[in-house]
């Protein structure tokens, strides 16, 4: 069912079993689990079905620290949230993400990587992905022509990526989630504020804004923030009636810990003679599956490295691309441009009989820092909501852990005679921490409420409840106690997935 939170009486209450907090792919991916489940299901989503400026501008923020997106551009403020123009590439974090590495601060999940698995596997339909499988050996049986780059595998090997269609959750899901009679699905219904009872222990219900001038309440026995890790935060930080510093907040954590992927052009493989490399190219739009390449466990280990990947685009086509960090403004039409310019790039692949020379380009998890943080600022949006400020802030652990990377890269292209790397400049100067303008990164936020078993630790426990409030959980990236090198929606699907059944088991339902 829908409900346009514009047209209801002015001061509604509204009551259900779970109140979702947000239609994204974690907030959808969460209500279709629960279509006929017999529960009430209240989805909340801030904007309509179609990008509005207006909405945007709730998103508008200040940042500090490294040079990033505007913070209106860099997230999707409406039904489906930022799957409306996400690119869909997929991939499971790796085991090591999760384990506990003396050499990065602050890792260590409280799951492993195969407590993932099932939910993984769930979450490859909801994405119109392909089977679970992110073996190379598992395409490369099916496509002789996928041949791999003669690299020790146990030093460099492939790291293999799905791409979704992309899935626009806004436009698959839609009819489903309006169509399914226990999901009351309400647009323009942007939360400002979340009351908890005198003790903190339990939330009791959400107040909702438009800009109709239209406020409600909603009131629910379990609350579910999926609104994505800067806006997570910004909601717990904002609910601060009972809770001075904020709603889970007492251990000053909340906001804390920000990551994003670090992406980067970082060197240049030149090969002995031209090849395609069919495994590792990507022609967008059309790909299923590419190869990056991945530094196996031991070396991340022996070299006490953060977790990375490196792509391959020819040499003659990165270099015509500017870096997004310089073109991507908050003009949608802008956005819409550059996106268009990257689907027109995949046309150039077609023809190409093999190249020379590849573009390394790097995606790099980076490492959890306390200081890397969202806060909220005096200044208030059209709701009355306090804005965001965002400090990205890197260690010198990223800089160093990419020029290792392609140290190890480069031997092993040099022990098999394929070719040489060459190190961009700003790498070059191992004593040198700066980095250059170009730095950019995925659009891919985390980290703000992370998981641990330690309310001294993180914001959320192990099923993504936060600490002391018992009917209070966060969905997606958010939760994140380390990124890993691949793209995050994949990990927030199966994350939701794997929060919806552990709710599932405290309703008394069958997961
Ligand atoms: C250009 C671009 C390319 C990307 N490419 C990839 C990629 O290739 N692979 C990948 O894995 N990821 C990619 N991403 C990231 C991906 O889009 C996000 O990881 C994903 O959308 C996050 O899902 P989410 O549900 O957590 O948040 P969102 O999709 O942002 O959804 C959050 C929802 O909450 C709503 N909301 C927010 N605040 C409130 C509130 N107070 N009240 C009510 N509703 C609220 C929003 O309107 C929105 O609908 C990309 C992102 C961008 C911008």
Redesign the pocket.
Known sequence: MHFDARNIDNNTVIEGDICI?????????MALEWINSGHKVIL????GFEYEDK?QA??KGKITGQRY?PLE??????????????????SPLDPIDFKKRDWVPYSGWPIRREDMDPFYERAQSILDLGPYKYDVKYYQQQDKSLISLPLDQDAVYNKMWQ??P?TR??TKYKDTIINAPNIYLYTY????NVTANESVSTIKEAT?KNFAGKQHTVRAKYFVF????I?NA??LLSSNQQAPKGLGNDNDLVGRYFMEHLEIKSAEMWLTKPDLLKLYMIDYGKTKYRAELGISEQKQQEFKILNGTASLTPLDIARQEPAIIDI?TDDQKE?TKN?DELDKKGEKYKSAKGYKSFQLFTRIEQAPNPNSRVTLDTETDELG?RRTMLHWEFTPLEKRSIRKIYEIIGQQVGIAAKGRIKLMDYLQDEHDTSWPSFTGG????MGTTRMSIDARQGVVDANCKVHGINNLYM????CYVTAGA???????VAL?LRLSDHLKQKTGMKA
């Open positions: 907090i947000g239609a994204g792919a974690a907030g959808i991916s909340l989503e801030g904007g909405m709730l998103y997106y551009s860099a997230r999707l403020h409406y039904f489906g949230g930022t799957t409306g123009h996400w690119a869909g590439f997929c791409f979704s992309p959750f806004g219904a942007n939360v400002t909702i999926a609104c994505c890790a806006q910004r909601l991507w956005r996106l909501m995925g659009w891919h936020h969905a997606g990236s958010s691949p793209n995050p929606t994949l990990t927030i939701t």
